[in-house]
């Protein structure tokens, strides 16, 4: 009796701890799964992962791997959501983890975004230490997008510790990466960064240059960032172009908060003479803590109140600038990065070494192995030769009677060889004819490149009169379509509303539409097209307006 409750005690025990078993395993392996699903979408849709991992409870997430996902994909969407980290504990149980059992894409991802979060907490050692051995792990991967965001983080940071050198090879290194990936937008950072770097040189015509490049690609691509902007921005200022700029400006701030832009606006209005803005915008500058900006920020500030005649502000607007340059100067003496950088690169360059060196011994070694077993199998293969060669006599003998066939067979494909230079030698010339084609299209495109830019032009030469209220002197049918195209290209939104509105109207109806959107009564229509009044009643007639 005893014997038969105990088998039914041990059975009921291990049904229960079966029962267990394979419900912790069937909620890790949903847990992992979820997990798996915020991977597939955090980088294109970084608010939908979010909501995902929010409904994944934390408590749920089992030691190990899972927690090590976990907190990776936590610490990566508050990065991309601007959430700021009170420490570093959960990135750095996910490093510490797959820095010993992770693959090189889980360690270089885990390695940058701590890297991220301590730069953010001001550790700027440890977090240097931290891009360098993503950098390296990175490099272990095929991921090409990986290597891009941690040669875009290097470079700002030696940027911030004005190390130019490592600046410029990390910028050289973006774009490189940029190009691989043909991202159009990732080029155009590559390149404003490497013009940001000339900046440290006033290297004008390196900056205009990239500045240039970067915007034309970006114009090509219709695409707009926050950084584009204000560097085209800043090229109009110092053209003087005061007006274009602020637009710009305000764009890219829109877009963007970055003290940069907010200082390169208040210098638009010192340029213009508001005084008042541009003091707000300075003192805004401020509140972003960039000891670059704030520098700057303090210098147009002190030469703004000296302009002013407020003596006693400007020295102290001077004074706070200096103390900033020595403040900076100090912390690039403290903060030995590049030093930490070059001996972690010799370090990675002497294991490299290490490892070829094990690798061309272990070679070695095989070589050697292989030359002795080869000189026994040669040694074998004597003694085999030997009775084969008589053997071989009697196969040459027959090997004469079958030459002169060999020979017939050799004319034979002579002649299908001829035949075949002949076709090649058609081929070639009906190829070249077809570059010669491709020749012409390419000069009629060029040309028609050309037109089409003399057109938008003019058109904006006829724009910027209609704006100040100038008449249209000599008003042709191309001018007039030359105005039309330049307003749908710059306004095209507006343009396509027009038109959903009053259909396909006329050049002449579609200019006086343009000119009533640019917000033109009739009376200056009528200067600015050189019309009669009739003429500008039958415009509103045909049109359905009544009047203004």
Sequence with gaps: MICSFMKRYFLFLALCLGF????????????????????????????????????????????????????????????????????DSAIRYSSDYFADNGNPFYQATAFYYHGCVLLELGKRMEAMQMMKKAEECAGKTDDELLRNKIYEKLFYMNVNTSNGLLAMKYARLFLKSSELLLDTLLICRAYDAISLEFTRYNNKDSIRFYRDKS???????????????????????????????????????????????????????NHKGEYEKAIICYKKVFTFNNIGNNIIAYKALSNLYLRQQNYKESRRMLWMSDSLVYAQSEQAQSMPLTLLQQEYDQSIVSLAASQRLNRWLAG???????????????????????????????????????????????????????????????????????NKLVDRQKRRLEQQRKEMAKSLGRGKELYG?????????????????????YYAFSNSERFARLMMVYGTPTRRLATYLILRDMGKNSAEIKRILSVSSATIRSYKYRLGFKED
């Design 20 to 87: 267990v078993f394979l419900t912790s395993c069937r909620n890790t392996s949903e847990c992992r799964r979820h997990l798996a699903e915020v991977e597939q979408v955090i980088e294109l849709y970084p608010d939908s992962a979010w909501k995902m991992l929010q409904k994944i409870d934390s408590a749920s997430v089992a030691e190990g791997e899972e927690k090590a996902v976990y907190n990776l994909l936590l610490t990566e969407l508050k990065y991309l959501k601007y959430l700021p980290a009170p420490n």
């Design 215 to 269: 915007w034309k690609l970006a114009e090509k691509a219709n695409i707009k960032f926050a950084q584009l902007l204000a560097n085209k921005a800043d090229e109009l200022i110092n053209d003087s172009l005061y007006d274009d700029a602020r637009v710009l400006l305000e764009e890219a701030i829109g877009m963007e908060q970055q003290p940069g832009y907010i200082r390169l606006l208040g210098d638009v209005y």
């Design 364 to 434: 070695l070694l095989a070589l050697i192995v292989m030359l002795a077993v080869g000189i026994i199998f040669y040694l074998l293969k004597v003694r085999k030769l030997k009775s084969v060669l008589s053997e071989n006599v009697q196969q040459y003998n027959e090997t004469l009677l079958t030459v002169s066939q060999m020979e017939s067979a050799e004319k034979l494909s002579q002649q299908r060889i001829s035949a075949q230079e002949s076709s090649m030698a058609q081929m070639s010339s009906e190829l070249t004819n077809l």
């Design 465 to 485: 009169k209609a704006e100040r209220g100038e008449p249209f002197a000599r008003f042709q049918s191309a001018d007039e379509q030359s105005f039309i195209d």
